[in-house]
């Protein structure tokens, strides 16, 4: 059973267990959850929305820009250290997380992605727009931070790459009980 929410009841939540991480869902040719620390709740061309940051080297941004669709998933309670272990470091290319994070997943019911029964609070999105970072305007030390030069050639640590905002119109929001 879902119970639909009103979304702006929950910003103070949502915006508490971004910190902690949330699970930002796809489905492509299978199911798959990448774990995230970003992310914005808020209103554009007068829509509600939830904006994404991903990685281009990120399974998640393969099948994103093929589907144009994402749900959020967000735990009401503590966070599962295995769901988030799964989703935050291992990749969709390599894994099927379903499996090794035991995910528990509900049928959508407005886009195309399911919601994840373990974290219940679910937003259902539908792309409007993204746009990729152009690293060269961005200030000096968020570049040193967050995409440091000195670490390219050392592929598990390369965070040169830059991030992808997508901003997710709000097409459902609703708590899997
Ligand atoms: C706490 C935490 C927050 C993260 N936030 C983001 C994020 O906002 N954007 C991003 O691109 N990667 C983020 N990551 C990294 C991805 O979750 C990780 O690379 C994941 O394995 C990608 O999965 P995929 O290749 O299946 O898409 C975060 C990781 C952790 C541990």
Redesign the pocket.
Known sequence: MKEKISIKDYAGIITEELKK?VLLNTQGEKF?S??????ALGTVWNLPAFT????ES????EVLDKTGEFTISIPLGNPDPVI?RV???????DVD?VESAKLELAAPETNGVPGIRQYPLTIECKVLYSQREELSELPEDIIETFYPESLVGFPEFDMRDP?TAYIGRIVDAYIIK
């Open positions: 991480g798959n990448m774990l995230i620390g970003w992310g994404v940051y991903v990685r990120r399974y998640t941004k988030n989703c935050g470091s291992l990749s969709g290319r997380k991030h």
